[in-house]
């Protein structure tokens, strides 16, 4: 398996990091417009796998060697100014117009991760040409783990007996779909009222959508988790295991394709399906909310 990572900096380096720990590339072809900033990240990722029972062979890489990666992750974006996503928005655009064109004819997955999420994913799409289930977004995933922690944090619970949804953009307009989150296999508003615990929805959400700006403010980046997020996509991939995730992906909106996070199936071939889902009438409001805000950047900016 040879996977492509696009820019080195915090996400493209622990990405990297996590391939090689997780043992999920034979080779891994790095890329970034720095060569004297690449060369150190490979140097040093090659040092922290030294120990490791198997090691990928790290490559400094060109875009046309890319090319014949199986999966490309876009890491690169603008340098981070402050937490607001659609900020990246004019230099992402500028990359991607850049390192896409050479991606015409692709055969392999493109997963993005750079900011703002869901609308680079429909420009990496447009620019390729590629069918679109093989441009995925990172999306609403990360977002869906972040209300998993809260729940886990505030309810002081096992982060494992915990289900949680976040679907539309991965921004502020993000859907918190409560109503398709459990607890101990119990829907969440029934292990609430069992255990004699608050209903906090407002707070969650708030919380949620402002947890990467919370990290930023103090860290000026966030890594980790979105960096275990792709592994993860990446792991399903590898493996073919036909995983239901909440995923940037293709959806018709008023006529018109946008990228935007759903429930769907990927596989080694990328993003299959969507599976159908059973939202309350203010959810299905709030997604179609989403749906306007993307289509709007996309179509009148």
């Known amino acids: 398996m040879k996977i492509g990572v696009i820019g080195l900096g915090s ?9 090689i720990v997780n043992q999920l590339a034979d080779e891994i072809f790095l890329y970034d417009i720095n060569e004297n900033w690449l060369i150190a990240q490979k140097l040093d990722l090659e040092q922290g796998a030294a120990l490791n029972t198997k090691q990928p062979k790290l490559i400094k890489a060109s875009l046309d060697m890319l090319y014949t990666c199986d999966i490309v992750v876009n890491t690169a974006s603008a340098k981070i100014q402050n937490p607001d996503r659609l900020s990246e928005l004019k230099t992402s655009r500028a990359i991607v117009e850049q390192v896409f064109a050479k991606f015409k004819n692709f055969s392999g997955i493109i997963i993005n991760v750079s900011n703002p999420c869901d609308i680079i994913t429909k420009l990496i799409k447009d620019v390729t040409g590629l069918p679109a289930n093989r441009v ?18 505030h309810y002081n619970l096992n982060p494992e007996i915990i289900k949680t949804l976040v679907i539309g953009e991965h921004g502020t307009s993000q859907v918190l779909v409560y109503s398709n989150c459990y607890i101990n296999d119990l829907p969440y508003q029934d292990y609430v009222i069992k255990n004699n615990l608050a209903f906090q929805e407002d707070l969650f959400a708030n919380e949620v959508k402002a947890a990467g700006a919370t990290i930023f403010n103090t860290k000026n980046r966030t890594e980790y988790g979105i960096a275990s997020c792709v592994g993860y996509i990446i792991k399903q991939i590898v493996n073919d295991t036909g995983a239901i995730l909440p995923l940037s992906t293709s959806y018709i909106y008023e006529g018109k394709e946008i990228y935007i996070s759903k429930l769907v199936v990927i596989n080694r071939n990328g993003y299959q399906n969507d599976i159908p889902m059973t939202l309350t009438t203010a959810e299905e409001e709030g997604f179609i909310a989403s749906c306007q805000k993307i289509s709007n950047i996309l179509y009148l900016n």
């Open 11 to 19: 996400v493209g380096s622990t990405l990297t990091y996590n391939l």
């Open 136 to 153: 995925i977004g990172s999306g609403t995933l990360l977002d869906t783990i972040r209300l998993k922690m809260t729940f886990a944090n």
